[in-house]
């Protein structure tokens, strides 16, 4: 099965320290087929933040709209990570863990975990001080891209800032050019530092992915999230 894009808030390096948090990701991408039905893929799962900064993200995801040989086709065609065809990937687990400069990628169904060092991202995390929605939306656009402040809003019952961007077709895109091709609306909590709602339009490709932030609790998560569970095998990276 193809995971969905993933709309999961800000980047695992700003390691936002001193906002605990754990939420609930709903979502769902819906995409226009050939013949001019629909498939929608819902995903979702456990989102947190600990004081220290530490990130846990958990996305699973649920075939919805399939026919019996499109659910078949895919369950025959998951192929993941060098696993033989057949092996079924229905959850993926994110930890960043910025206190160490470690990032975790955990497969519960493969029972496995692969580490990876993330000290090289130290000059992407945003400075003290800036605020979510100024660091996503500060800096230089390409000339295709249509900026627009939409303000603030009550999502979820948390106050947000809205930006819209809509990304034009360029010469390169042929029958694109000038037109709409993508529009990413995205609304931020700047108090809790991260995304809560994100609209993911992809006109070019017929998809709509967007994810939403719920069930929003300002408490310590449970630190054994942060940790590889017991029994699994520590896998190395693939080589490129």
């Known amino acids: 099965m193809v995971a969905p894009p993933v709309a999961s808030g800000q980047s695992s390096n700003t390691c936002d320290k001193g906002r605990p948090f754990t939420a609930r990701k709903a979502g769902h991408l819906v995409s226009e087929q050939p013949d001019g039905?629909?498939?929608?893929?819902?995903?979702g799962g456990l989102l947190a933040r600990d004081s220290s900064g530490r990130i846990y993200s958990e996305m699973r995801t649920i075939g919805i709209g399939l026919t019996p040989k499109k659910l078949q086709d895919t369950r025959e065609s998951s192929i993941h990570l060098g696993?033989?065809?057949?092996?079924r990937i229905d959850s993926t687990i994110w930890i960043s863990d910025c206190r160490n400069e470690l990032d975790i990628t955990v497969f519960p169904d493969l029972k496995i975990a692969r580490t990876s060092d993330n000290s090289n991202a130290s000059s992407r995390k945003r400075k003290n001080g800036t605020s979510?929605?100024?660091?996503?939306?500060?800096?230089?656009?390409?000339?295709?891209?249509?900026?627009?402040?939409?303000g603030l809003k009550d999502v979820e019952g948390v106050l947000t800032h809205g930006y819209r961007s809509t990304i034009l077709g360029t010469q390169d895109d042929g029958e694109w050019n000038g037109r709409v091709?993508?529009?990413?609306?995205?609304?931020?909590?700047?108090?809790?530092?991260?995304?809560?709602?994100?609209?993911l339009t992809n006109l070019d490709g017929k998809t709509e992915t967007r994810l939403t932030l719920a069930d929003i609790e300002r408490e310590e998560p449970d630190a054994s999230l942060f940790e590889i569970p017991a029994g699994y095998k520590i896998d190395p990276a693939p080589e490129n």
């Open 37 to 43: 039905s629909n498939i929608t893929q819902e995903f």
């Open 83 to 87: 696993h033989p065809a057949k092996t």
């Open 132 to 150: 979510l929605f100024a660091f996503l939306t500060s800096g230089p656009r390409p000339p295709n891209v249509v900026f627009e402040d939409l």
């Open 181 to 199: 091709r993508y529009i990413d609306e995205t609304w931020i909590s700047d108090d809790l530092s991260e995304i809560i709602l994100q609209i």
